[in-house]
């Protein structure tokens, strides 16, 4: 058991709260960084493609973590960025259940993608060459703003599904017209919360099923 998270904190941040209690439970904090892996089950696999590597900046000491993402011990403690602004460091994590993979991209933007993208080309992860080539499922970065999703990006993950989670109205215009076009010329399913609820994926060893609040969808 443990908690993960993107490494960082906002100054005033309600997940300090929450950290702060797990570490009075004994709860371990796993910081996320790119490259890192947990395997949860044999079926189960993790890897996290991002935030990079934290570098020098501001930071507060906090007890609980440890460098690695190990579960801290004996009272250590890790000096713990504070970064205003989170989208950029959105925790993205590739996940493989059986043969099905999962991209999930928080509220990331373009030049994440591309930073990401950037770091697979140099080094590739047997993780990352898998996910393309077996049935791929992609959350849609940022509710399906505009900021996110290029035609690089889905040109290199080639999704079978792609989720939108935006509220219905949202005063925001999520999600934002080109992300659609982009995604119909991809040619992926779209699944949308703000349209039809609920959206969830019921994945098997002998495959996988999309469904919704109004309406099963079939199996691929």
Same mark, same amino acid.
């Given at each position: 058991?443990?908690?993960?998270?993107?490494?960082?904190?906002?100054? $005033?941040?309600?997940?300090?709260?929450?950290?702060?209690?797990?570490?009075?439970?004994?709860?371990?904090?796993?910081?996320?960084?790119?490259? =890192?892996?947990?395997?949860?089950?044999?079926?189960? $696999?993790?890897?996290?493609?991002?935030?990079?590597?934290?570098?020098?900046?501001?930071?507060?000491?906090?007890?609980? /973590?440890?460098?690695?993402?190990?579960?801290? *011990?004996?009272?250590?403690?890790?000096?713990?960025?504070?970064?205003?602004?989170?989208?950029?460091?959105?925790?993205?994590?590739?996940?493989?259940?059986?043969?099905?993979?999962?991209?999930? /991209?928080?509220?990331?933007?373009?030049?994440?993608?591309?930073?990401? &993208?950037?770091?697979?080309?140099?080094?590739?992860?047997?993780?990352?060459?898998?996910?393309?080539?077996?049935?791929?499922?992609? =959350?849609?970065?940022?509710?399906?703003?505009?900021?996110? /999703?290029?035609?690089?990006?889905?040109?290199?993950?080639?999704?079978?599904?792609?989720?939108?989670?935006?509220?219905?109205?949202?005063?925001? *215009?999520?999600?934002?017209?080109?992300?659609?076009?982009?995604?119909?010329?991809?040619?992926?399913?779209? $699944?949308? /919360?703000? &349209?039809?609820?609920?959206?969830?994926?019921?994945?098997?060893?002998?495959?996988?099923?999309?469904?919704?609040?109004?309406?099963?969808?079939?199996?691929?």
């Amino acid at each position: 058991r443990g908690i993960v998270f993107n490494g960082t904190l906002r100054r $005033h941040d309600v997940a300090r709260e929450l950290f702060a209690e797990a570490v009075k439970r004994g709860i371990p904090l796993y910081a996320a960084e790119r490259g =890192k892996e947990i395997a949860l089950e044999p079926e189960a $696999h993790v890897v996290f493609l991002h935030p990079a590597p934290a570098g020098e900046g501001e930071g507060e000491a906090f007890p609980g /973590t440890e460098e690695g993402g190990q579960p801290a *011990g004996g009272g250590t403690v890790r000096e713990i960025a504070v970064v205003k602004e989170q989208n950029p460091v959105s925790t993205v994590i590739l996940l493989r259940l059986y043969d099905v993979h999962l991209l999930l /991209t928080g509220d990331i933007d373009q030049g994440v993608e591309r930073d990401i &993208l950037e770091a697979l080309a140099s080094r590739p992860h047997p993780a990352a060459q898998k996910a393309r080539a077996g049935a791929a499922i992609l =959350k849609v970065a940022h509710h399906g703003s505009k900021s996110a /999703t290029s035609a690089e990006w889905l040109a290199y993950w080639q999704p079978d599904h792609a989720v939108i989670s935006a509220g219905k109205s949202n005063p925001y *215009g999520h999600p934002h017209p080109s992300v659609l076009v982009r995604l119909a010329d991809h040619g992926a399913a779209v $699944h949308r /919360t703000d &349209l039809q609820g609920e959206v969830r994926f019921v994945i098997a060893a002998d495959g996988y099923r999309a469904e919704t609040k109004k309406g099963g969808l079939a199996p691929r």
